[in-house]
């Protein structure tokens, strides 16, 4: 079964652009969480999606956002990109998100804003 | 407010030994554990959990224990490996949430 699969890889933008990450989680999971990385930080939750519907949020400005489609697949999205955004973007799935489900995480996404 | 804490940044051990890495959490709603591992420029890879209901579970070479009253968990490593070299997490979650609480990470060293 194919894993969590995370794209881009990488990205490489500026202050105040906005971008776009996109995660396809495992066949069968209908949850999606998404957290940021940075060093020192830990992995610090962002949003959790189920059947196209946020069920919980962290405590991030509301310039990050998301959105999950009817296949599960999510997108995670960031405007007007700060230089405390560059970090490692993680997406994990689990078959229904309840807090004893194991998350499998993707690879990731390193943001690097200049 | 750190809810779930890792206070050794690294750890370093010889092949072969014993390795234990601490965790330590507030929240006395947390029901549900679990420890990753992650090398450079990899996603987290799932290790071991346990539920509270659980004092130890073992997998292999990995055994967590769960001490409740002290709202404290470890994760042991025997024996140790250098491929176990990576950060290492804790997490913690409640039946009722839909989000994991990470720990900081303790970076783990193997020695050959």
């Known amino acids: 079964k194919a894993g969590v699969t995370q794209t881009p890889r990488y990205l490489i933008k500026t202050r105040g652009q906005q971008v776009t990450l996109s995660c396809s989680p495992i066949?069968?999971?209908?949850?999606v969480s998404w957290y940021q990385q940075t060093p020192g930080q830990g992995l610090q939750f962002l949003f959790e999606?189920?059947?196209?519907?946020?069920?919980n949020k962290g405590n991030f400005p509301g310039r990050f956002s998301g959105r999950q489609f009817s296949n599960s697949r999510s997108e995670m999205n960031v405007s007007t990109l700060e230089l405390g955004d560059s970090a490692l973007y993680l997406c994990?799935?689990?078959?229904?998100?309840?807090?004893?489900?194991?998350?499998?995480f993707g690879p990731g996404t390193r943001l690097t804003v200049l | 407010d750190q809810q779930v804490k890792q206070n050794s940044p690294s750890l370093s051990v010889q092949e072969g030994r014993i390795s234990i890495l601490n965790c330590d959490y507030t929240n006395s709603m947390f029901d549900y554990f679990l420890w990753y591992k992650k090398y450079p420029a990899e996603g987290p890879t799932f290790l071991i959990s346990i539920s509270s209901i659980k004092d130890k579970n073992e997998d292999g070479r990995f055994t967590v224990f769960l001490n409740k009253s002290a709202k404290h968990l470890s994760l042991h490593i025997v024996p140790s490996q250098p491929g176990d070299s990576a950060v290492y997490f804790c997490a913690a979650s409640w039946a009722g949430t839909y989000k994991y609480i990470f720990g900081t990470g303790t970076r783990l060293k193997v020695l050959a």
């Open positions: 994990a799935s689990s078959l229904v998100g309840r807090g004893t489900d194991t998350q499998y």
């Open positions: 066949s069968g999971h209908r949850s």
């Open positions: 999606y189920f059947s196209e519907t946020q069920r």
